[in-house]
């Protein structure tokens, strides 16, 4: 499979825990893109990469949020000191070359639920 | 803050009917993309529509840009009970990475 993978696909951990998740883009793709969604509403964005540089982020994404992608490849997502907000999908996503035009391929998701 | 509003914000009909659903977004765009997301998946793409053309098929699927009414609608024909999904349009942002800005989607419901 060729696609964006993520995992782990569900997380139920306690509020003040932390949590890492990770994302494998399509392998050419040197732009990558984490979202977040909450039920019955569309994606938010949260932070975006160009290779391994770390070029926007979205005010959604508090200090407690931090996001690498050290070698341009993988990226992960940690959220420490979880807060039950928090529980939403966490949504990976990447895209090939620069400017617009090109499709972005989302992956399955990463659940989060802050109990 | 969302650029898309898609609407009606949910829809069923009969199956072997068509679906149109509609997406107004507020600033210029250079491409408007349509999503489908079965509950609790991932999004799949559908079609990407440029902001220089005016309609685009693809398979069941028939999608309308109209630059002037920052407007996009999608027709699915013939419906099937697998086309039960919410829909999403999307737009590129030309002062934001080109990140993609989301409507609340249009959850679509097909009847047996």
């Known amino acids: 499979d060729t696609g964006v993978s993520q995992n782990p696909r569900h997380k139920i951990t306690k509020r003040g825990q932390n949590v890492t998740f990770r994302c494998d883009p399509i392998?050419?793709?040197?732009?990558l893109y984490w979202y977040r969604q909450t039920l019955g509403q569309g994606p938010e964005f949260l932070t975006y990469?160009?290779?391994?540089?770390?070029?926007?982020k979205s005010r959604l994404l508090s200090d407690r949020f931090s996001a690498e992608r050290p070698k341009g490849s993988f990226s992960t997502l940690e959220i420490q000191r979880t807060e039950q907000g928090d529980s939403a999908m966490y949504l990976c996503?990447?895209?090939?070359?620069?400017?617009?035009?090109?499709?972005?391929?989302f992956g399955e998701g990463s659940w989060l639920t802050v109990v | 803050s969302q650029q898309g509003e898609e609407d009606p914000q949910a829809l069923s009909i009969q199956e072997g009917e068509n679906a149109t659903m509609n997406c107004s977004y507020k600033?210029?765009?250079?491409?408007l993309q349509w999503y489908r997301q079965n509950s609790g998946r991932g999004l799949v793409h559908l079609i990407l529509?440029?902001?220089n053309e005016r309609e685009k098929h693809s398979g069941r699927l028939r999608v309308t840009l109209d630059t002037s009414k920052k407007s996009s609608s999608l027709l699915i024909t013939a419906s099937r009970a697998a086309d039960t999904a919410s829909y999403f349009c999307?737009?590129?942002?030309?002062?934001?990475?080109?990140?993609?800005?989301w409507g609340a989607g249009t959850k679509l419901i097909i009847k047996p």
């Open positions: 996503a990447s895209r090939v070359g620069s400017g617009s035009g090109n499709t972005i391929y």
């Open positions: 392998s050419e793709h040197n732009r």
């Open positions: 990469f160009q290779n391994e540089a770390q070029l926007e």
């Open positions: 600033t210029s765009i250079n491409n």
């Open positions: 529509i440029r902001s």
């Open positions: 999307a737009t590129d942002r030309e002062d934001s990475n080109y990140q993609l800005i």
